[in-house]
């Protein structure tokens, strides 16, 4: 080997070693979180996933639980929307992000809920939403922040309470009705008759107490109806509850009773078209 190629290798060399040691100097001097907290925006990530969006997804998803993991008494609502974003921008149909997300904007830190807080939640869950508009995950929270959270928070005039209230509890309602727990439907039972007209918060009685099989949510049912002047509908609504269950038992007993009152009646109206002239 010439001895000028030698001197030119020992040089690059020298270099190349100068450089990383200046290299890892400043990267100590960049703090732990920095590379956690950095999220490039949807528009970004997308070429950048080279048709791998869900896989970059789930990356940055795990990322997420490990920023909000270490940082749980902090509130870095700028974070948490870049972690939001980019996880659904990447792939919207990623159900548990929005869930994540609405809840990490509120309780994310022990101080004092912001407004804007707030408002990014709604947001996000409102965004989930239109992907999944019979997600009870998704109706419930979002329907308790409008009800309860923006009662609570400075900033929010009369008015908005007002709505948001009444809006809250048709999003309770509508948990209630696409198979969120008992507990949940005993509050949407108590909140339709305080929040809904008379009228629907009768319907929604009476649709809960057709397929009711809980007693002790059925008692609450019927109090509610009779505080609503409906006793005259009460015998009615108890067949009809009395078929359902033989139904449920004589059909498909292993499902739970509110997917089986989705399946009986898509069966009946299939029926019905079926037996038209």
């Not at 795990?62 to 974070?79: K, M, V």
């Not at 019979?134 to 923006?150: R, T």
């Not at 929040?195 to 509610?224: C, I, W």
């Amino acid at each position: 080997m010439p001895w000028r190629s030698l001197g030119f290798l020992l040089v690059s060399v020298a270099c190349v070693a100068v450089s990383h040691q200046a290299l890892l100097e400043r990267r100590e001097a960049i703090p732990d979180a920095a590379d956690v907290t950095y999220v490039p925006p949807p528009a970004a990530l997308r070429p950048m996933s080279l048709g791998f969006r869900e896989a970059l997804a789930d990356l940055i998803w795990l990322r997420a639980l490990i920023f909000s993991g270490e940082r749980i008494d902090e509130h870095d609502n700028e974070t948490i929307g870049r972690y939001v974003d980019a996880v659904t921008g990447l792939s919207p149909r990623f159900h548990r992000a929005y869930v994540w997300g609405g809840v990490t904007f509120i309780y994310g830190g022990t101080q004092e809920i912001p407004r804007d807080a707030v408002d990014r939640a709604i947001a996000v869950y409102r965004a989930g939403l239109r992907e999944f508009p019979e997600s009870h995950q998704l109706l419930f929270p979002l329907g308790m922040i409008l009800i309860h959270q923006v009662r609570s928070t400075p900033g929010y005039s009369e008015a908005e309470r007002k709505a948001m209230a009444t809006e809250g509890a048709e999003l309770v309602r509508k948990a209630a009705a696409y198979g969120a727990d008992p507990l949940v439907r005993q509050y949407a039972a108590t909140l339709v008759s305080d929040h809904a007209s008379k009228e629907l918060a009768r319907r929604f009685l009476e649709n809960q107490l057709a397929t009711v099989e809980d007693e002790e949510y059925r008692f609450l049912l019927l109090k509610k109806l009779r505080d609503l002047g409906a006793d005259a509908a009460i015998p009615g609504l108890e067949r009809i509850r009395r078929e359902f269950q033989q139904d449920h038992e004589q059909q498909l007993p292993y499902v739970p009773s509110a997917l089986f009152a989705v399946l009986r009646d898509e069966h009946a109206n299939r029926r019905s078209t079926a037996d038209a002239p």
